[in-house]
């Protein structure tokens, strides 16, 4: 019978985060996005100061998945909140327990930190991950448009502050 181990991430797992976000990216139809390097990983999630953290989990001792996260605030409740950044399990790997097995550590590690909430986005189009959240209970927000400013908008709309 297989088992499956979620562990914390080390900065010796870099090499194998940046490898399953850039093969998450390329089903997002987004590699070109991802400006991360293998370094830049282990110098964000693994420096001394970081607020987020990673996750991997392997199948008889064989990494098939991550799942990286970090903390938020809400103030109508004044409590944590967890948000899962990347969610990641190998292709070859999916309906093999390894997603339900980090999305539980995940829940266990926001229960354990008091969140109010564990939340996390997913592409109105990949039906297969809605239908894998909703199978688990979770609820779709509709009711919440997301905005981001990244690169030139950002930088511009910051520089006269």
């Not at 990673?54 to 064989?62: H, Q, S, T």
Request: glycine share 6%; net charge negative; aromatic share 14%.
């Amino acid at each position: 019978m297989s088992k499956l181990v979620v562990r914390a991430a080390t900065a010796d797992d870099a090499k194998l985060l940046f490898k399953f976000i850039k093969d998450l990216a390329r089903y997002e139809k987004a590699e070109a996005e991802v400006l991360a390097t293998e370094q830049s990983i282990k110098q964000s999630i693994f420096a001394k100061d970081s607020h987020v953290y990673a996750l991997i989990c392997e199948l008889d001792g064989v990494a098939v998945g991550s799942a990286i996260y970090f903390f938020n605030y809400s103030t109508w409740l004044a409590k944590p909140g967890l948000f899962l950044e990347d969610l990641y399990v190998m292709p070859e790997h999916r309906g093999q327990g390894a997603g339900v097995a980090l999305l539980k550590a995940l829940a266990k590690t926001a229960k354990d930190k008091d969140c109010a909430r564990f939340e996390w986005n997913c592409l109105d189009w990949n039906t297969p991950a809605r239908e894998f959240y909703h199978s688990l209970g979770a609820i779709a927000q509709t009711e919440w448009v997301g905005y981001r400013m990244n690169g030139k908008t950002l930088t511009e709309f910051a520089a006269d502050y």
